[in-house]
């Protein structure tokens, strides 16, 4: 076949195809591979199989579309995040899928909680917060000083109790002050309080 034909044998298929229909090698002498690309995805895949190994099957995926590998979903670009180091430009999952795999990772990274204990410990608190018995319960709650997991509260609540600092003896006297015994600390010398018993 004459050099500048435009057309390539592949090895496996034996057919003459376009240049495009083969994957750049730059260790060959004309830079293409040897097998088109339709041989050489049928050559991966039997390698694989032979193996043991599963290889997806490729689904077609219309312009402007991507598909998500763990909803399996074709959804339109729209529905994806921006990302400019990936070859195509956007992220690897869509929005949805993401969104669930982050608060997954979330939850293992921060508490060292998985998604299954984290329903466990809510079911047993029958979903409602530790402390106020009224709101669902959706914040993780855990010491500061330990990174023990304490349970699950409500936004206020535990808001509360980031506002208290984890100080016991704050929250005490705030209970206090909310039952109406109000008191008020006296100062000894500066910076010195003595606070009523």
Known sequence: ???????????????????????????????????????SAE???????????????RVPVPRGHKRCPQCTEVKPHSEWERNKSASDGWSSY?????????????????????????????????????????????????????GRVRGVLCFSCNAALGQFKDRPEAIRRAAAYVEGNAWKPTLVAPGVYQLPS
């Open 1 to 39: 076949m004459p050099e500048g034909s435009g057309l390539r044998r592949c090895s496996r298929c034996k057919q003459d195809l376009p240049r495009a229909e083969f994957a750049g090698n730059k260790s060959m002498s004309d830079g293409l591979q040897a097998y088109c690309r339709q041989c």
């Open 94 to 146: 869509c929005r949805e899928c993401r969104a669930v795999r982050n608060r997954i990772s979330y939850f293992r990274r921060k508490y060292g909680l998985s998604p299954a204990e984290l329903d466990a410990m809510i079911a047993e608190q029958r979903g409602v917060c530790c402390i106020c018995l009224e709101a669902p319960a959706e914040h993780v709650d855990h010491c500061h000083d330990t």
């Open 43 to 57: 050559y991966y895949r039997q390698r694989q199989e032979a193996k043991g190994k599963s290889v997806r099957v």
